[in-house]
């Protein structure tokens, strides 16, 4: 495919924004397989934004040479008490959405999946995480938590402050 068709692709609807078109080009120009990374928290049923749009996207940038990174944010999906906090039903939603997006032309050879679970046994994950949550302040991963979605006065475990540093 030649570059004028993978830029065709990644922008095509239903792209909203690429930041510029010269580093988009660029990207394509100086990487052969460059990557692409998107994330859920499997919690039930598809919809337009976990589903459709997202996997239409997916295929875009797969069929432009893209890899494809689709993370699957299990533990943090059980923090914030999705499917009832429970984890088995979190993962059987996430193995559906991996359906969903294999029925919408997804080729699941494509894509690599990634379960935050699956990082558990990485110790640079870890320290990581420690590095994170170390040079931040309760305040600050506080506001955080707000930022994502959450009001101060709905924290109830410490979990939920992990989160904000995963």
Known sequence: MDLEDKIRLVNRLPTEEVITQEELRNIFE??????????????????????LVTAMKAVDMINAGVKFILFLADWHAWINEKMGGDLELIRKSGEYL?????????????????WASE?????????????????????????????????????QNVAQYIDAGF
């Open 98 to 114: 991996k359906e969903v997006w294999g029925s919408l032309g997804v080729d699941e050879k494509k894509v690599e999946y990634i």
């Open 119 to 155: 990082l558990s046994d990485d110790l640079s994950y870890w320290e990581k995480v420690i590095k994170i949550t170390k040079g931040t302040t309760i305040a600050r991963m506080t506001r955080c938590l707000t930022i994502m979605g959450r009001k101060e006065g709905e924290m």
């Open 30 to 51: 100086t990487n052969d397989a460059p990557l692409a990374y998107q994330g859920f928290e499997p919690s039930g049923l598809a919809h337009l934004g976990t589903g």
